[in-house]
C-alpha cells in the first residue's frame, strides 16, 4: 500500500486508538482483530487514508529502474529496503528507536541501547551500503537540529489530536505522549545537517509495516505548517503467525515465527508441527478437493521468500488442484528458510562492532546520489 497524496491528511479521527465499537486495533504498539479474526486491509486503506500499490505503479518502477521489480512489490508485500536502494542510488536513513523500546517495553536504557546495536548488526547484514547508509539511535543522536525539528512538530499536536491518533490513556506516562515527535523528524532532511545541509526541500519516502501509519498520518499533517515537504510512504501487510492468519507472533511463543537464529532443524520442526495447512484431511479428499490456499501458512510463506515467480505459480495451481500434497509443499519451503536463515547467520557472523561504528558514525556521504 502507498500513502495517497492529499492536500490534508485527517489525524484525529482515532484510527489509531482503541474505541468501544472498533472492529480492529492498529496501532504502533498493538494489533488485534475482532474475535481474532483476520486484520481488514481494505478498512485500513479507507481510514488511513491510504491506496493499494497497483500493478500500474510497479511497471513503472521498472521502467524507471531498468530492472524487474522486488518479490515484495510485485506481490503487493510492499518493498525492500536494499532493492531501493540499489535501485535508485539513493541514501537510507535508518532509525533505531531504543528509546521507545525503553518506554513501551519497560527495560532499562542500557539494555535498550545494547539491542539497539545487535538490531544495527542484523540490518548491516542485510547487504546495505556503507557509502549509501547512515544508521543512528535516538539515545545517541537526538539533539541540535534534530530537536529543533521535534519541538516545531510538538507545538504543532495538541494534546486532544495526539489521544485521538494514538489512543493515549490517562493512565500512560508522559514519555509515551511526547515520543511522537521523536518518530516523525526523521522525515525531514534539516533534521540531519551532516547529510544534506541546504536541501531541505528533499522528500522522504518511508517504508513501514501499516501499524506505524498514525505516526506518519501525523507528520504529513504537520509538515507544511513547518516549511517542509511532506513523507511519502510505502506500507507493508502483517506477516503471519506459523499458526495461521488469525494467530499472532509472539516473543512468547517461539513456535509462532522462525527467527533468524533458527538454525535447520529448529525450521524443519516449526514448518512441519505448526505450519497451518489449508490441505484436506485425508490424501483421497486432498486429490478430490485440492487445497485452500486462502489459508495455508507455507503457501504464504512461500510468497514472501520464493523468488521464482515461475515456480511459485506452478505450487498454487498444482497444490490447489490437489495434485501436490502438503508435504511437499513444506518441503520446499523448508528448503527456501533454511537456505535464507544460513544466508543471514553467515553475513551477521561477520558483522564486526567496528562495522557497526561506521555505519553509525555522524559523517557526510560525498557519494550518496552518485
Not at 128 to 137: A, Y
Not at 175 to 189: D, M, T, Y
Not at 254 to 283: E, L
Amino acid at each position: 500500500m502507498a500513502e495517497e497524496p492529499k492536500n490534508g491528511d485527517a489525524v484525529g479521527s482515532g484510527v489509531g486508538g482503541r474505541e468501544a465499537d472498533e472492529e480492529q486495533v492498529v496501532n504502533p504498539w498493538e494489533v488485534t482483530a475482532k474475535d481474532g479474526g483476520k486484520i481488514d486491509y481494505d478498512k485500513l486503506i479507507e481510514k488511513f487514508g491510504c491506496q493499494r500499490l497497483e500493478e500500474p505503479l510497479v511497471r513503472r518502477v521498472e521502467r524507471l529502474t531498468g530492472r524487474p521489480a522486488h518479490v515484495f512489490l510485485r506481490r503487493g508485500v510492499f518493498f525492500a529496503h536494499r532493492y531501493l536502494q540499489d535501485a535508485f542510488k539513493v541514501p537510507l536513513v535508518i532509525q533505531l528507536t531504543d528509546d521507545e523500546k525503553c518506554m513501551w517495553k519497560n527495560l532499562t536504557v542500557e539494555e535498550s541501547k545494547r539491542l539497539a546495536r545487535e538490531n544495527a548488526k542484523d540490518i548491516i547484514a542485510c547487504g546495505f551500503d556503507i557509502t549509501r547508509t547512515f544508521i543512528f539511535s535516538d539515545f545517541n543522536y537526538v539533539g541540535s537540529a534534530f530537536y529543533e525539528n521535534m519541538v516545531k512538530v510538538a507545538k504543532c499536536v495538541t494534546f486532544n489530536k495526539v489521544v485521538g491518533i494514538f489512543g493515549f490513556t490517562n493512565e500512560d506516562h508522559i514519555g509515551k505522549i511526547s515520543f511522537p515527535p521523536v518518530q516523525a523528524v526523521p522525515s525531514f532532511p534539516s533534521s540531519f545537517p551532516h547529510l544534506f545541509s541546504g536541501k531541505d526541500n528533499l522528500r522522504c519516502l518511508i517504508p513501514c509495516a501499516i501499524d506505524q501509519d498514525p505516526y506518519f498520518r501525523m507528520t504529513r499533517d504537520v509538515a507544511p505548517r513547518i516549511g517542509y515537504q511532506k513523507p511519502a510512504l510505502i506500507e507493508s501487510s502483517f506477516f503471519p503467525a506459523l499458526q495461521g492468519e488469525t494467530g499472532k507472533m509472539s516473543a512468547s511463543d517461539p513456535n509462532s515465527a522462525i527467527y533468524v537464529t533458527d538454525s535447520s532443524k529448529d525450521i524443519k520442526n516449526k514448518v512441519n508441527r505448526y505450519a497451518f495447512s489449508g490441505g484436506q484431511d485425508s490424501i483421497e479428499n486432498h486429490r478430490k478437493y485440492g487445497a485452500n490456499l486462502e489459508v495455508d501458512i507455507p503457501v504464504k510463506y512461500l510468497g514472501f521468500f520464493l523468488e521464482d515467480d515461475v515456480e511459485l505459480d506452478h505450487i498454487r495451481k498444482e497444490y490447489g488442484a490437489g495434485r501436490m500434497l502438503t508435504g511437499e509443499v513444506k518441503k520446499r519451503l523448508i528448503e527456501v528458510l533454511s537456505e535464507l536463515v544460513e544466508r543471514h547467520q553467515r553475513a551477521r557472523a561477520a558483522v564486526t562492532d567496528e562495522m557497526v561504528d561506521a555505519f553509525m558514525a555522524v559523517r557526510p556521504l560525498p557519494h550518496m546520489f552518485s
